[in-house]
């Protein structure tokens, strides 16, 4: 098979787009595809101050490496659930990938602020390890948006994600879930700021050979908490229709972005916690609670890791 662009040989076939490319032309093809998405959807704009949700995994190393290299000057935060060597590796590949990128990222290290990794924050909340994951990551990027005025933040959900947890939505029909699988969700004014994917039209398989061609150094390996056996079905049976008509995870994705077109969002009234100030659904927020009952109240903060590759490591009350 021969490259489109250039008529070298062709290293990945994109059966969803019939043609077939070389290394180098496929990289320009991905980055353009993201480029496109951030101006079609207006993702981010520029006066923009965005920051990437950083995990250590293929798909937010490399939405962070993308928009440095397109021009969107993107910091980083990281949530680090403590565990382990997991947690570990996370964290140096993302060190590795802003010191090449030279941005700042900042840390919210969960096993220095409870002395507990996210397992057992999770068993003293009496949820599960995600759900507790959830709330914490929430709250922390909250903060860090915040504090240090970022208004986008970028997460790096690709085609796969969102059209398994589309299906997932339309399958039990979660109307309330719907309207929010839209490439962005809008921030409150000044407060919350706007979630934006800039992968939504790319595939997990085309965001891998991307990781692998660009040279990104990412972890591999999963969350051991995050094995949703249910998200990991839908993407199976995404994955067994996309193998006989190559091009329906995108065709569901754009179909769905067509009709919610003009479809009002539902917004919950957001109000602010009565202890930190922080944006929340009424009365204490759940972080507040957390930290009363581990009796916490200074150690609530990150680690700031410097863009000029000195450590500038902080804690901030
Ligand atoms: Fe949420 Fe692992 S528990 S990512
Ligand atoms: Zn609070």
Known sequence: MKCRVCGQDAHISLRSYNTA?????????????????????????????????????????????????????ADGVYVDLGIGEYSQESLAKIKKTAEGLQRKFFVFPIRKIFEKGIDEIAKVMRRVPCSACGMIKRYAINKVCMDNGYNVLITGHNLDDEAAALLGNLLYWKEEYLWKKSPFL???????????????LCSEREMAAYALISGIDYIHDECPFSINAKSLTYKNILNNLEETSPGTKLQFIKG??????????KKRDISYCTTCGYPCYGGTCSMCRLLHRFHIKDRIGFEEWGSNLDITQKMMT
């Open 256 to 265: 769905y972005l067509k009709t919610i077109k003009g479809i009002e969002e």
């Open 186 to 200: 809008d921030g409150h004014e000044g407060h919350l700021s706007r979630k934006v994917k800039p992968l939504f």
């Open 21 to 73: 490319l070389c290394s180098q032309d496929f990289i320009s093809f991905l980055e353009k595809r993201v480029f496109d998405t951030i101006q079609k959807y207006n993702l981010i704009g520029n006066n923009d101050t965005p920051i990437v949700a950083v995990s250590g995994g293929k798909d937010s190393l490399s939405v962070w490496h993308i928009l440095n290299k397109l021009g969107y000057k």
